[in-house]
């Protein structure tokens, strides 16, 4: 893996609107073409293998919680432990998901995983891509994202029945509408029948979730997170919908699947060392809140100092400790490797990087291309 810096493309950000991709400077640089990683045919064929390893030891960890009913110790609602079983058992659809790694040239290591509300994934599908079409369309990228989508969505024909795919986030974020609109659009170049609504103007008429014109919802993607859904009014009614994510992924998105993950697959190249509640001798870890986004309430600790620390809104529910993995350092820049799986196959990386080794919300997204 290298770090190239590059010339932007003259006009770039003309280029990213044109695509819809509104969202490319918000606050700060969050595109930046300035930069490119490059990677080796050989390391993506092992973030592959990786990525396909990691995701089979979390669908056993799946089993394995709702076999030993581990519900309390993930800190889920009871209120949703019905849909999970039901949607695991029911093999209900799931479209997608983020792995986050950390890579030094030599391992792959696992950080977490955004199994359940993952973003992102329309600038590593589509934005980048047409960022290699312009700089050099002969090279490649690890990156199928687009195609296994449509694949994906494609063999739900049958399951759905000609039915309306209901597609919702919550209103006033750009990047979470960007993200659903995206996914709406590869469902309707598969042949569904699709409708967005906003997760406030779904309702629930007694027996059924309804739209605004009081028709049924019977099937929904909804970029929402399922510990939010637990505390809405109508959480004990959430069977009467087949909902995308499934409830199952509540158990992956929850930070407690990584100290689990490492009980079970104790040892293993692509997992680090990870415990609930304590460090348990690691000399150097991260501790971060079962629940939490964009960096929020994360500390790094080495030889019991705080090296670094973020400020936010998480840590009630508590905390895991995961062995501190030091990422490489391109010039203050450490970068991020979230590994996408599509319909549970192995699909491309998108890559985000940030001047500390906390990757806030501050973070940027850089492209990739193949080298050979």
Request: glycine share 6%; aromatic share 14%.
């Amino acid at each position: 893996m290298k770090r190239v810096t590059i010339a932007p493309r003259a006009n770039y950000t003309k280029k990213l609107e044109d695509l819809s991709f509104n969202f490319h400077s918000l606050n700060n640089v969050y595109w930046d073409e300035s930069a490119r990683y490059e990677f080796s045919m050989e390391e993506v064929l092992k973030m592959e293998k990786a990525t396909n390893d990691v995701y089979q030891m979390c669908l056993r960890a799946v089993q394995h919680v709702i076999d030993n009913d581990l519900y309390e110790q993930f800190n889920i609602d009871p209120i949703l432990i019905d849909s999970i079983v039901e949607s695991w058992n029911e093999d209900y659809p799931s479209v997608y998901g983020r792995f986050d790694f950390g890579y030094d040239g030599e391992n792959f290591k696992m950080f977490e995983f955004n199994a359940d509300t993952p973003t992102s994934l329309y600038e590593a599908a589509v934005v980048q891509w047409h960022w290699l079409q312009d700089i050099d369309k002969d090279k490649d990228q690890w990156n199928s994202i687009h195609e296994k989508l449509t694949d994906y969505w494609n063999s739900l024909r049958g399951y759905l029945d000609g039915k309306i795919l209901y597609f919702s986030c919550v209103k006033d974020s750009i990047e979470d509408f960007t993200t659903v609109e995206y996914l709406r659009d590869t469902a309707h170049q598969a042949g569904l029948n699709t409708k967005f609504i906003y997760i406030n103007e779904i309702g629930f008429d007694g027996e059924k979730f309804v739209d605004l014109s009081n028709s049924h919802i019977e099937y929904i993607f909804k970029l929402y997170p399922y510990e939010w859904m637990a505390n809405e009014e109508f959480a004990p009614n959430l069977d009467r919908a087949v909902w995308i994510e499934p409830a199952w992924k509540a158990i992956l998105s929850n930070k407690n699947l990584l100290p689990l993950l490492w009980e079970l697959n104790k040892g293993h190249k692509n997992l680090l060392e990870c415990y609930k509640d304590n460090p348990k001798g690691l000399k150097k870890y991260v501790k971060k809140p079962i629940y939490s986004r964009e960096g929020a309430n994360i500390e790094i600790v080495t030889n019991g100092e705080t090296i670094q620390q973020t400020e936010g809104d998480y840590g009630e529910e508590g905390y895991i400790y995961q062995e501190l993995f030091e990422l490489p350092n391109f010039d203050n820049n450490y970068p991020i490797i979230g590994s996408w799986m599509i319909g549970g196959e192995p699909a491309g990386m998108g890559i985000r990087e940030a001047n500390t080794l906390i990757t806030d919300n501050l973070s940027r997204f850089v492209p990739h291309l193949i080298i050979n």
